[in-house]
């Protein structure tokens, strides 16, 4: 049967749960009531059980416990035991009747605009009514003639070598050296001077100062350093050689406020020369990155450090798919919504802000209608093509997640074994678990859709590849 927008079509069947009526009536397409008719017959006993209950236990001056009369313990709790039992019954009802009719609804039902006021004390019959939201039925179809750009990011040689810096550093070491170079890190005391050479009286000092050659701005400042030994006094202008307050404050261990304000020459007195050594590459350095006897040269291992690279690169590039996927899908497929129940049902549950402001909803509602339509599409890919969702995939996006958290520490070569304990644990927190789900089903309906359709594969650089999200 088709239902016209706006008519109001009273579906004349009735469900019959513990002797109560329920009926449907649809507005439209997507928007319905259930309203519920509560009779005397169908609470009378189940208040009357929660009354003698507590006639049992109730313990009054003047009455020995248990005795207290029947009609005392009803005008005190009567009304209250009424509203309870009344509610588990409309939530009772009102689940099973979702549920029995295999209603796909929305959000959750919401008490009806057109309700009547009820008023328990003198009431013995109730007429509830509920406003549903019903899913759209979607009809999501992909095929070739649906083209969506695939951005595979080059591994270039800087990146390589950059990598495997990266890697390699943490290994590295400072070792002492004969005279600075522009690479050296030199401890040392600054005395501060006048024109002559002579220290300023009151002037700033400062012992175990440590100076970065290759932050010295000033070439001509960098020359008075470079081949000083320890012992050697060097004579220079701190604003002149480094970039910023911030530098001269951590240099002469002052405030930054004071280092806005020095000005003229410091003599500084070598005491330490070092310089970061990078790590011997052989079978030992080796072994540390990537385990035992898995790499056995440098050719091997820029091999596996460009393979390391193409695998984190490409999860980059599904991540931008994912994110152009949407975008070409949710333009498709139109999905109409109930947006006036929608905002009431977001109102009613926002439990973040219990004051929405009617501008505060009005600029949260698009972004939650878009989500809400892509996850409908996504439900149906899922429905429609009967894609399953096993304990392994969850377990496998949990595993990807613990290697991209490792990865972010430089730690490449964690064994398989300790990578699915760690994410064992992880999905031993509730939060953790659904969002490990939630993100292999992402997985799955995006490998889907990548097999559905036509990929328009474009190689980009890493540079090209960021812009990508400057409109986004």
């Known amino acids: 049967m088709t239902v016209q927008t706006g008519a109001k079509i009273l579906i004349k069947k009735y469900f019959n749960y513990l002797r109560m009526n329920i009926t449907r009536e649809n507005i439209d397409d997507l928007n319905a009531v259930i309203r519920m008719t509560i009779e005397k017959s169908d609470y009378e006993q189940r208040v009357n059980d929660v009354l003698k209950n507590y006639q049992k236990k109730a313990n009054m001056p003047g009455f020995r416990p248990g005795k207290v009369p029947a009609g005392l313990i009803r005008k005190m709790y009567g009304t209250a035991a009424l509203v309870d039992e009344i509610n588990k019954l409309v939530s009772e009802n009102l689940s099973g009747y979702i549920t029995d009719n295999k209603l ?20 013995e019959n109730f007429e509830f009514a509920f406003d549903i939201a019903l899913t759209p039925q979607l009809d999501i179809k992909l095929s070739k ?38 690479k050296s890190l030199v401890k040392g005391s600054f005395v501060q001077v006048d024109e002559s050479g002579a220290e300023v009286e009151g002037g700033i ?45 951590y240099l002469l261990k002052i405030s930054r406020e004071e280092a806005e304000k020095v000005s003229g020459l410091f003599r500084f007195t070598i005491n330490e020369i070092t310089e ?28 596996k450090v460009r393979e390391n690279l193409e695998k984190t690169l490409a999860m980059e590039s599904d991540y931008r798919f994912s994110i152009d996927a949407r975008e070409k899908l949710s333009a498709k497929f139109e999905v ?4 006036a129940f929608l905002k009431r049902w977001l109102k009613a549950t926002n439990r973040e802000n219990k004051e929405l402001t009617e501008e505060q909803l009005e600029n949260e509602m698009p972004r939650f209608i878009e989500n809400l339509k892509w996850q409908l599409i996504k439900n149906e890919v899922i429905r429609s093509n009967e894609l399953k969702i ?44 659904r969002k490990f789900t939630e993100g292999a089903i992402n997985d799955k309906v995006m ?15 890493r540079d090209e590849f960021n812009k990508l999200f400057d409109k986004n």
């Open 205 to 249: 000092t400062t012992d175990d100062a440590v100076m970065s050659v290759a932050i010295v701005k000033d070439d001509a400042e960098k020359v008075k350093l470079i081949g000083a030994k320890v012992g050697d006094q060097v004579v220079f202008d701190p604003m002149k050689a480094f970039p910023n307050a911030t530098e001269i404050s």
């Open 336 to 339: 109409q919504l109930p947006e």
């Open 104 to 123: 796909d609804i929305l959000g959750e039902p919401l008490p009806s605009e057109s309700q009547n006021t009820i008023d328990f004390d003198t009431q």
């Open 276 to 303: 970061f050594k990078d790590p011997e590459l052989n079978q030992e350095l080796f072994d540390k990155l990537f385990g035992p006897n898995v790499v056995s040269s440098e050719e091997e291992m820029n091999n």
């Open 390 to 433: 096993e304990n392994s995939d969850v377990l496998e996006f949990a595993k990807k997640s613990a290697k991209v958290q490792f990865m972010q520490y430089g730690l490449s070569n964690i064994p398989d074994e300790h990578i699915e304990n760690y994410a064992v644990d992880m999905m031993k927190d509730q939060n953790q678990a």
């Open 145 to 182: 003639r649906e083209k969506v750009p695939y951005y595979s990011i080059q591994v270039t040689d800087e990146m390589l070598d950059s990598q495997v810096k990266s890697m390699t550093g943490r290994f590295g070491q400072n070792e002492i050296v004969e005279a600075v170079s522009d």
């Open 447 to 461: 490998e889907f859709i990548k097999e559905a359709v036509k990929l328009d594969a474009k190689e980009v650089t």
